[in-house]
């Protein structure tokens, strides 16, 4: 079992920045990868970005130059710097943890926290 707590959400000015933040705990030995997802109102949930242990990123299209994914490993915590943010970030974003088991056979499954809002507004 992985809990996650993010933070870091709130009001911004269109072209403003933000930083989220998203602490992992229990069974963190497990995580293979964390990420960030994010569901505007009316709309599916979505990637935003997403990390594995090994280093490698991958962003959403409308991601790519503005935000930037980063994890500190010691700490149990998962970032997510956005720059440059546009009206159409506006939506709940959840931190994400894949946990990957080797026993009784390879499997994964993925955790969620329970959001923190994100409005981008004049």
């Known amino acids: 079992q992985v809990q996650l707590v993010e933070s870091g959400g709130g009001l911004v000015q269109p072209g403003g920045s933000l930083r989220l933040s998203c602490a992992a705990s229990?069974?963190?030995?497990?995580?293979?990868?964390m990420g960030w997802y994010r569901q505007a109102p009316g709309k599916q949930r979505e990637l935003v970005a997403s990390e594995r242990n090994g280093g490698s990123t991958n962003y959403a299209d409308s991601a790519k130059g503005r935000f930037t994914i980063s994890r500190d490993n010691a700490k149990n915590m998962v970032y997510l710097q956005k720059n440059s943010l546009k009206p159409e970030d506006t939506a709940v974003h959840y931190c994400?943890?894949?946990?990957?088991?080797?026993?009784?056979?390879?499997?994964?499954?993925?955790?969620w926290g329970e959001g923190t809002q994100v409005t981008v507004s004049s």
């Open positions: 229990g069974s963190i030995s497990d995580i293979s990868a």
């Open positions: 994400n943890a894949e946990v990957t088991k080797a026993t009784p056979i390879i499997h994964r499954l993925l955790y």
